[in-house]
T-cell receptor, first 115, second 114 residues
Framework: AQSVSQHNHHVILSEAASLELGCNYSYGGTVNLFWYVQYPGQHLQLLLKYFSGDPLVKGIKGFEAEFIKSKFSFNLRKPSVQWSDTAEYFCAVTPWYSSASKIIFGSGTRLSIRP | DADVTQTPRNRITKTGKRIMLECSQTKGHDRMYWYRQDPGLGLRLIYYSFDVKDINKGEISDGYSVSRQAQAKFSLSLESAIPNQTALYFC?????????????FGSGTRLTVV
């Protein structure tokens, strides 16, 4: 069965620090990968996604993620975080084929930024 | 107007009561989903529907039922609410023609069972 692991449950950083959130998935075939963000009190919003091609994907608000197929990883990065990045971040995976049934989410990483 | 609308936004109900959470969408998507979110557990799938005549159980369907009244509407019912169903519930939609493009989420319903 497919699964997604996010090893960091809560990350605390100071403003301007660099960020890397880990995500590993288990699935033997070709996948589509996503990072969603949930700001306090809000619903999930798509941050970025990977389908194919360049394994380095750039998303909104200066975030990027790198797909490393050999490591089954899709880590999220940002060079310099801001207080407004305080949120919960979810990694997610789905098989690439169009009949894929559903997206599997990781358990989430809560990011707290100290002003 | 929001693309995916959930009602109510917040609800407090008593143990044993029946409650329905509603979701409607204007995206024209054929697929709809119900998830619950609990701290430290992420999002867990309750039910999903690929079209009006197709309903599928997710990983935690016990104690829940759903109804796909139309392509745009997908309701979740708790037949007899219990306290461990206290959670944040999200409806989501997707387009089977663009399956890799992810979901569109509603704003959520915060349900408290006392």
């Amino acid at each position: 069965a497919q699964s997604v692991s996010q090893h960091n449950h809560h990350v605390i950083l100071s403003e301007a620090a660099s960020l890397e959130l880990g995500c590993n998935y288990s699935y033997g075939g070709t996948v589509n990968l996503f990072w969603y963000v949930q700001y306090p009190g809000q619903h999930l919003q798509l941050l970025l996604k990977y389908f194919s091609g360049d394994p380095l994907v750039k998303g909104i608000k200066g975030f990027e993620a790198e797909f490393i197929k050999s490591k089954f990883s899709f880590n999220l990065r940002k060079p310099s975080v801001q207080w407004s990045d305080t949120a919960e971040y979810f990694c997610a995976v789905t098989p690439w084929y169009s009949s894929a049934s559903k997206i599997i989410f990781g358990s989430g990483t809560r990011l707290s930024i100290r002003p | 107007d929001a693309d995916v609308t959930q009602t109510p936004r917040n609800r407090i109900t008593k143990t044993g009561k029946r409650i329905m959470l509603e979701c409607s969408q204007t995206k024209g998507h054929d697929r709809m989903y119900w998830y619950r979110q609990d701290p430290g557990l992420g999002l867990r799938l309750i039910y999903y529907s690929f079209d009006v005549k197709d309903i599928n159980k997710g990983e935690i369907s016990d104690g829940y039922s759903v109804s796909r009244q139309a392509q745009a509407k997908f309701s979740l019912s708790l037949e007899s609410a219990i306290p461990n169903q206290t959670a944040l519930y999200f409806c989501a939609t997707s387009d089977s023609r663009r399956a890799g493009h992810g979901y569109t989420f509603g704003s959520g319903t915060r349900l408290t069972v006392v």
